[in-house]
């Protein structure tokens, strides 16, 4: 371990009560819990006000384009799977921007964990409504659940809902989650409900909407058809799901190239290239 | 029959609809003549479907390496009327048309009056006797090898060879079309060693590959381990060859959901140290504008492959353009520096390639490599690769040791080399942890828009391009060195300007010629060229003179300086180039 001095993790500039501080408050905890080296850890972040959550940690941090966090992360987490890969962006960047990524990263199954902040609300425009709203949401618009996207589609292993306002709960869910990506089963989503307090301030009405499934004996996170079956009855009573909805009993940890530690040059990798060549050998020979 | 003709230089063409195995046949001549030595050309002309509409193969057989198809043809198969049309005004006098007649025979006033042309019904031949129409370019076969002047067993080997993958009974059933071929042509009065008197080719071991083949080698040899692409014509054979070869070298190639996820997939990928790469056509790469600005402002090494076709949108898919150029040299909001070079055959797509890997890493940005339809799918023969010139140069990369020895990190640090280019470390190594952030930032990578920090990180940005100057690759020149009339050009037209020179030194014009292979930054090779001659003609496959206009931006005086613009989707042939610059300096005359 060597003592260079890196950045100072700065002081976040979200408004007082913000609930993206539960967010940050369980992913210290977390990492800390689990005793990651901090240089192991990349958070790729999304824009808008959950995508300063990088800047806090002390980790490598990416600040990714508009809707882009998800390949940038899929492409650090393939080409180097020692890496513990944190996307962590809102719900603009994620259902709206970004919502053709999110399909193929359930689909792509690439082992990193998604924390898609949703404070329902475009913030950093000032209170510009997202198609992440559930809560207050213009029913002529409707709204994307990306809790029952995932379980849509059948190659996703990891879907959670978290709340900031339920901190020992969230922990436990981005434990799991980076648990479940670290190793190698797959794609981990975890949504963290986390209301903005200066455009739409919701706090008061989230205990009421969550129905905690970790709590409810008869919900069977093994089972996809069942999760989903309670995630469409939920909602038909305006209500979601919170806790671990969904995770792929079979979900395996998976054999995986590290393209980062690949060697460049060499014998081995010249013979290779002069096995290549020769197929395109006009005689054949 | 006609006299034995010496051949030294062949141009074939075979069309008809697509799926009539036009290309299978080309591939066959290809090969019956790349193993007597001679240098190959191979091009397509095809429409952006997966069967029917018109679909012709090229070649050009040469006994000395030619960068293009020839002006006039010398052999035409054709399996309809819209193929026989489509290549008889290319007829040479004394060419030969070997006419498919299953709908009537070919109508002689529209072939030059010294043609040769043997007819059959290959169509119904192959229905009749065969069963299956699809076995009408065996028969065929047999007509074209006996034109060509070859052995019987030659043709026969070479069907086999290109049939080895299929199961026997196919291939017994398509050597008894190719015999019922040569019968016919027997029939004909063509008889074996009838036909032309092939010369002697060039001894060698060579290669024949297109340039997204070569690009994708090129890429592999110089440690790329790792590509991401989405489908699109005519960039798709690289996607195709490194989904194939990457994991052997312990990569990963990636089919993304589009290309917003390609270019920051790639971004992922680099910034944990990986060579990363990208390729797509303009409509891909026009989506990727914004990943481009993000690896100006981040600072990221990424190459980006752009095989362009003619635009503008989606323009026409399978014709090659070279209309990109306004935006690989000016796309993306802000101001960045960025790298652009122009590969002009199979030997360089390798070579270029390679090279623009050691630069993403070196600039910490992005690096084109510009290829057009013609340039990344024409298959070419090269003398080989040179395996031991490619070299891995990694910039300022920073190991965990060299960290350790460093006190503090600061990932866009000022006090560097004074080059702007600040040493890097990949994500996860022990000492480095950074933020990156295409956001204006300051040395440590945290958001800033401080005017003074500002005005300090754009100004280190653009700086970086000085130091990479030097290992740019130069301008080829070639034909007279002290001819008063330079022909330009780059891409696709690299080997057309070569042949179009000799053409206007026969005719009396002596000129040299320039081929160019960075296009950004301008090396001012043009300037000096217009300040030493009398006139420069800049060849470009495109309405607007696209890179006359980056010239010009760049303080070319426009004086001295004439586009020849091309954009009917249609490759320039040498003759018709030297014809439109005689035009031009004799209107001037």
Redesign the interface.
């Known amino acids: 371990m060597n003592v260079t001095r890196t950045y100072e993790p700065a002081a976040p500039v979200w408004c007082a009560g913000c609930g993206h501080f539960g967010v940050l408050n369980a992913l210290r905890a977390v990492l800390r819990d689990l005793e990651l080296p901090l240089h192991e850890v990349f958070v790729v972040a999304g824009i808008g006000c959950s995508g300063s959550i990088q800047n806090y940690l002390g980790a490598y941090g990416y600040h990714a384009l508009h809707g882009r966090l998800l390949p940038a992360a899929a492409g650090a987490a393939l080409a180097n799977p020692e890496l513990t890969v944190i996307g962590a962006g809102g719900d603009g960047d994620g259902y709206a921007i970004g919502a053709g990524h999110l399909v193929h990263a359930f689909r792509r199954n690439v082992p990193f964990t998604y924390l898609l902040m949703n404070n329902e609300t475009y913030g950093l425009t000032k209170g510009q409504r997202s198609p992440g709203r559930f809560v207050d949401r213009d029913p002529g618009e409707g709204w994307v659940d990306g809790a029952l996207l995932g379980l849509g589609i059948p190659s996703s292993t990891f879907v959670a809902r978290g709340y900031s306002g339920w901190p020992e709960q969230l922990a436990r869910l981005l434990r799991a989650a980076i648990e479940h990506a670290r190793s190698g089963r797959g794609f981990a989503f975890l949504e963290v409900v986390s209301p903005c307090v200066t455009y739409d301030d919701t706090y008061s009405r989230w205990r009421h909407v969550l129905h905690d499934v970790d709590a409810d004996p008869g919900w069977d996170a093994t089972d996809r058809a069942a999760a989903f079956r309670g995630a469409v009855r939920l909602a038909a009573e305006d209500r979601l799901p919170a806790g671990l909805i969904f995770r792929a009993p079979d979900a395996r940890p998976r054999e995986r190239p590290a393209p980062a530690s690949a060697p460049l040059e060499g014998e081995a990798v010249r013979r290779r290239l002069r096995e290549l060549a020769g197929r395109y050998l006009v005689d054949g020979s | 029959m006609a006299v034995a003709e010496r051949v030294t230089d062949l141009n074939v063409m075979v069309g008809g609809q697509g799926g009539d195995g036009s290309l299978t046949l080309v591939g066959l001549v290809a090969?019956l003549l790349?193993?007597r030595g001679y240098h190959?050309y191979e091009s397509r002309d095809v429409g952006s479907r997966i069967k029917g509409g018109c679909a012709a193969g090229l070649l050009r057989a040469s006994t000395v390496p030619r960068g293009c198809l020839g002006d006039r043809l010398d052999l035409l198969v054709a399996f309809d009327r819209e193929a026989l049309e489509r290549g008889a005004p290319l007829l040479r006098e004394r060419a030969w048309v070997v006419h498919d007649s299953s709908d009537g025979p070919a109508p002689r006033d529209a072939l030059p009056p010294g043609a040769t042309v043997v007819e059959a019904p290959f169509g119904r031949l192959a229905v009749r006797d065969l069963r299956r129409d699809l076995y009408k370019n065996s028969l065929a076969f047999g007509v074209v090898a006996r034109v060509l002047g070859l052995p019987d067993g030659d043709a026969e080997q070479a069907l086999r060879?290109s049939l080895r993958r299929l199961p026997a009974r196919l291939v017994e059933a398509n050597v008894q079309a190719l015999r019922r071929g040569l019968e016919h042509a027997g029939e004909a009065g063509l008889g074996e060693g009838d036909g032309w008197r092939l010369a002697d080719g060039e001894a060698g071991?060579?290669?024949?590959?297109s340039g997204n083949?070569a690009v994708a080698?090129g890429f592999?040899?110089?440690?790329g381990?790792?590509f991401?692409g989405y489908p699109i014509t005519p960039a798709t054979e690289i996607l195709d060859r490194l989904l194939a070869?990457?994991?052997?070298?312990?990569?990963?190639a990636?089919q993304?959901?589009?290309e917003?996820?390609?270019v920051?997939?790639?971004?992922?990928?680099?910034?944990?140290?990986?060579?990363?790469m990208t390729a797509s056509s303009g409509p891909g790469i026009a989506l990727m504008q914004?990943?481009i600005g993000?690896l100006g402002s981040?600072e990221i090494g990424v190459v980006v492959v752009d095989c362009q076709r003619a635009g503008p949108s989606t323009g026409m898919p399978t014709k090659p353009e070279q209309s990109d150029l306004g935006m690989l040299v000016h796309g993306a909001n802000g101001d960045f520096p960025r790298i652009v070079l122009a590969p002009a055959d199979p030997a360089e797509c390798f070579e270029l390639t390679a090279l623009a890997v050691n630069l993403a890493e070196r600039l910490q940005g992005p690096v084109y490599v510009a290829l057009d339809q013609a340039v990344a799918q024409d298959a070419v023969?090269v003398d080989?690769?040179d395996?031991d010139a490619v070299t891995?140069e990694r910039g300022k990369l920073l190991g965990?040791a060299d960290?350790?020895r460093?006190?503090?990190?600061?990932r866009y640090s000022l006090n560097g080399d004074g080059d702007g280019i600040s040493p890097w470390a990949?994500?996860?190594?022990?000492?480095?942890?950074?933020?990156?952030?295409?956001?204006e930032h300051d040395e440590?990578?945290?958001?800033s828009a401080d005017p003074g920090n500002r005005v300090r990180m754009v100004e280190k940005r653009l700086r970086k391009l000085d130091a990479l100057l030097p290992g740019l690759p130069r301008a080829l020149r070639a034909g007279d060195p002290d001819a008063e009339v330079v022909l330009a050009g780059f891409g696709m037209n690299g080997g057309v300007l070569l042949e179009a020179a000799d053409a206007l030194a026969a005719a009396g014009l002596p000129v040299q010629v320039l081929r160019l292979r960075t296009l950004w930054p301008v090396l001012g090779e043009l300037a000096e060229a217009a300040e030493r001659s009398r006139r420069v003609y800049l060849v470009e496959q495109n309405a607007t003179g696209q890179y006359a206009r980056v010239l010009a931006g760049a303080g070319l005086p426009a004086a001295g300086l004439e586009s020849v613009l091309r954009f009917d989707g249609r490759p320039f042939r040498p003759a018709e180039l030297a014809r439109a610059i005689l035009e031009r300096e004799e209107a001037r005359a």
């Open positions: 090969d790349g193993r190959l060879r071991r060579r290669l024949l590959l083949d080698l592999l040899a110089a440690g381990r790792f991401a070869h990457l994991p052997a070298f312990g990569g990963t990636v993304c959901e589009d917003l996820a390609a920051n997939m790639a971004i992922g990928a680099a910034l944990t140290g990986v060579r990363a914004e990943g993000q981040a023969t080989g690769i395996l891995v965990e960290l350790a460093l006190g503090e990190y600061r990949p994500v996860g190594a022990c000492g480095g942890c950074h933020l990156v952030t295409g956001n440590w990578g945290r958001v």
